[in-house]
């Protein structure tokens, strides 16, 4: 079996969809999306204007907060920023544990860390807070925040299990994956060096099936909360890793392999939707290489499948890896170190195949279970090696599920170096064949990992080189995605930052461009325990705004909120200007005579 029946599966297993194509959008469907742009127009004349929105004004940003919530943040923060506790933390949580027992030790943990960044045990007790929240405009999305405790030891064997394929163990396939591809047993501890995401390791079938019953709770939860809830996946709890990995090399070196043509052609360094390659050069190109013939070639590139314009760009290019083509048994592409041709798709066993096959029908399940309830499901990005698989499943689940409105929304990191490209490729696809583009904008969790892995293992930094260049490349994604939204009212984006100034400029530009937050295309997204002053103005304000809401037991939650804690003393400047806020409110109701303020 061979990952070339990878893009079949992914039909079959997704179920039915309309063909891909890389031509214009028809004519009905460029008709739906002004058809909505002029709707929203006429409505406009009846809107209220948009309130003005204070991060500033602690009254109005705390007013959801009793004083004690208060001084609970305001003591969790400066706890965070101590150095010498953060390094010890866990050594000091097990010590409280021993001295205290186990009911005293959660009732200290309720009334400081769980009660701060944590809603409740179940979800059952978590509705009060998710009704409370509601009531000052502020949305949840739940988030079962229970994580396995690993040892490292343990989990870089899990690690090394999953990520490896049956031809790899046996010593024939590792040199064909390129480095960046393949698993290292120094970097087997995804945790290692990221303190804002949950990481999953592949245990059985039956733990990845337990995951999606966890998902799917989630998402009913979500569905009963509100009428515009959403929930949040990770593609890596529903499968054997070793497949993210073998696809993600496969999907890059076939981009790789298209950027070398356009450099032989004189296109080097354009941007991903400006380089179009010149179809007869390429033939040319192709048929000197030697794999294929002159009439295998001509039959790829046909104005069925590209036209007739006589050029062929980057999703013309990923639309012939498709099982439409004959391309898939000639799918070579030239090692640049040893100018030989080698094989693009590796080999699966039949049993590999099969938990492939169950990875992509968990995503279905899913999918489905949100467009039963009218959830927006959201796909979280991971590391920069499962990225590419993990973007091109998700893209096939849009094709299906965001016919009518953005129900799959998919994440974009952008302290990734080419994270423009992608936003602008996916933006061009969705428009060309007539699905609802949806987004998820963020900095990014594995930025020290990232980093530290390229430079052992020896390939390019995927990082923007600095903080200021992953904000101006934030900005550059984010105003691009809201110019679509002005003329596509069907498209909807989740700007997921902490970032005041961030809030600020999509604030600003949502004003330029006429985008009303009554619209619901833009949502802002912030953690639970974090930034009260950037989340409740908004939402009083009138804008979408949502709380990622973790629940779970107190001790099965312990690794979730270490990384909290570890986060807020990574993001110092926020978090000053925060305790800034918590402590002036706290003096306003102590000088005003309001400090038993009862939020109503």
């Known amino acids: 079996m061979s990952l070339r029946r990878t893009f079949p599966l992914l039909r079959s297993a997704l179920s039915r969809r309309a063909p891909m194509s890389t031509a214009p959008a028809t004519r009905e469907q460029h008709a739906a999306g002004l058809e909505a742009v002029r709707g929203r127009g006429a409505a406009e ?62 009732r200290l943990m309720k009334m400081t860390f769980y009660g ?3 809603a409740g045990e179940d979800q059952e007790s978590i509705r009060p807070l998710i009704q409370h929240n509601r009531a000052f405009g502020v949305g949840s999305i739940l988030d079962y925040g229970v994580e396995e ?68 709770r989630c998402i009913e939860a979500s569905g009963g909360a509100s009428e515009d809830g959403f929930s ?4 890596t709890a529903l499968g054997r890793p070793q497949f993210l990995l073998q696809f993600s ?4 070196k076939w981009r790789r392999f298209f950027h070398q043509m356009a450099a032989e052609q004189g296109k080097a360094g354009l941007a991903a939707m400006d380089t179009k390659l010149e179809v007869a050069a390429l033939q040319e190109s192709v048929v000197k290489m030697g794999i294929a013939s002159r009439m295998e070639i001509e039959n790829w590139f046909t104005v069925e499948t590209l036209g007739v314009s006589g050029t062929l760009d980057l999703l013309d ?35 590999e195949e099969r938990q492939m096959t169950r990875m992509l029908q968990r995503m279905d399940v899913l999918a489905k279970k949100a467009s039963e309830v009218g959830v927006r499901l959201m796909v979280d990005a991971e590391q920069t090696y499962f990225q590419p698989a993990i973007s091109r499943l998700t893209l096939e689940m849009q094709r299906r599920f965001n016919v009518e409105r953005p129900l799959i929304f998919n994440t974009y990191q952008c302290y990734l170096k080419d994270a423009y490209d992608n936003v602008t490729l996916d933006v061009e696809l969705a428009r060309r064949e007539g699905w609802c583009f949806g987004a998820k904008l963020v900095r990014g969790a594995y930025m020290a990992q990232e980093r530290a892995r390229a430079l052992e293992i020896g ?16 900005h550059r994604c984010l105003s691009y995605v809201l110019e679509e939204l002005k003329h596509n009212a069907r498209a909807a984006v989740m700007v997921a930052s902490h970032n005041e100034d961030t809030v600020r400029f999509t604030l600003c530009r949502m004003e330029e461009l006429g985008l009303h937050p009554a619209d619901c295309q833009v949502y802002f997204g912030q953690l639970l325990g974090m930034c009260d002053q950037i989340s409740f103005p908004l939402g009083q304000a009138g804008f979408p705004v949502y709380k990622y809401v973790p629940y779970g037991p107190v001790m099965e939650v312990l690794p979730y909120l270490s990384r909290r804690a570890l986060e807020n003393s990574g993001v110092m400047k926020g978090a000053q200007r925060e305790q800034q806020l918590l402590w002036q409110e706290l003096k306003r109701r102590l000088r005003t005579g309001s400090l038993f303020h009862r939020p109503a």
């Open 45 to 106: 004349a009846a809107r209220p204007p948009v309130p003005a929105v204070d991060f500033g004004n602690t009254q109005e940003a705390y007013r959801s907060r009793r004083s004690w919530e208060l001084a609970r943040s305001l003591l969790v923060l400066r706890l965070c920023a101590s150095p010498a506790l953060l390094a010890r933390h866990e050594q000091l949580l097990r010590l409280a544990r021993r001295l205290l027992g186990q009911r005293l030790f959660d």
């Open 249 to 252: 090399d496969v999907l890059t």
């Open 232 to 235: 949040a996946i990770k593609l």
């Open 459 to 474: 390939y390019e930094d995927p990082i923007n080189p600095t903080y200021e260049a992953t904000n101006a490349m934030y």
């Open 149 to 216: 405790d690993l040892t490292p030891e343990e989990a870089e064997r899990k690690e090394m299990e999953s990520c490896t394929s049956a031809s790899e163990r046996d010593g024939h396939g590792t040199s064909k994956r390129e480095k960046q591809f393949q698993a290292h047993r120094a970097f087997g501890d995804r945790r290692d060096g990221v303190v804002s995401a949950r990481t999953y390791f592949y245990a059985s079938e039956a733990k990845c099936d337990s995951h999606m019953e966890t998902f799917l």
């Open 317 to 351: 290019w990923g639309s012939l890896i498709d099982s439409k083509t004959e391309l898939s048994k000639h799918l070579v592409v030239p090692n640049m170190q040893t100018g030989q041709l080698e094989p693009l798709l590796s080999r699966f066993t039949e049993e």
């Open 116 to 118: 701060q960044f944590v």
